[in-house]
């Protein structure tokens, strides 16, 4: 069965992908997490690490954002090389070239989430996933999972990231 691994909350994982997301860097704490050695991640998508717990349509928000060239914070279950899990919170942003703000690739920089709002967005995820597994396409999974997390945030009258730092800073959903 699957457990659940940590990391101290002085720590951060961080990788850096190109423009395809394949990993061209990973820090020690990254590997070390993972349980993945640097030639195992090297060149491979960071999906690698893809928990099938994570709704795809936070995923589409993640990579709609960066790719737009704006930084974003999600909270992310991830899959170490063994089936074990750990949760971050990513702070996700595109890597721009500093002469031409072309986008050459991405940095992600993961840290100990607030554990009351892994508790939390366990919730939420599980109903986005439910969604997302009606439709046996995956594009219409997406297009529903999404629309039922924007009608959340309208009701709520924030943003995702403002949710997530919300939830960060210990409020409840």
Partial sequence: M?????????????SRTDIRGKIVYANDTFLQVAGYTEDELL????????????????????????????????????????????WVLAYVTADLDPRTS???GYFSVRRVPNRSAVDQIE?????????????A????????STKV???LLTARGVTYAEL??????????
């Avoid at 457990?3 to 961080?14: L, N, P, R």
């Avoid at 396409?137 to 529903?144: C, D, H, L, P, Y």
């Avoid at 997530?164 to 959903?173: D, E």
Wanted: with cysteine; net charge negative; hydrophobic share 40%.
């Fill in 2 to 14: 699957a457990q659940e691994v940590f990391f101290s909350e002085h720590e951060f994982i961080v």
């Fill in 43 to 86: 060149g491979r998508p960071h999906s690698i690490i893809r928990h099938v717990d994570m709704p795809r349509c936070v995923f589409k928000l993640l990579w709609d954002t960066i790719q737009q060239g704006k930084e974003i914070l999600a909270y992310v279950k991830n899959e170490c090389k063994n089936g074990d899990y750990y």
């Fill in 102 to 104: 072309v986008i050459n």
């Fill in 123 to 135: 919730s939420l995820y599980a109903q986005l996933r439910e969604v997302e597994s009606q439709h």
């Fill in 137 to 144: 396409s995956k594009v219409k999974g997406i297009e529903a």
């Fill in 149 to 151: 997390l924007t009608d």
């Fill in 164 to 173: 997530v730092y919300a939830l960060q800073s210990g409020a409840v959903l």
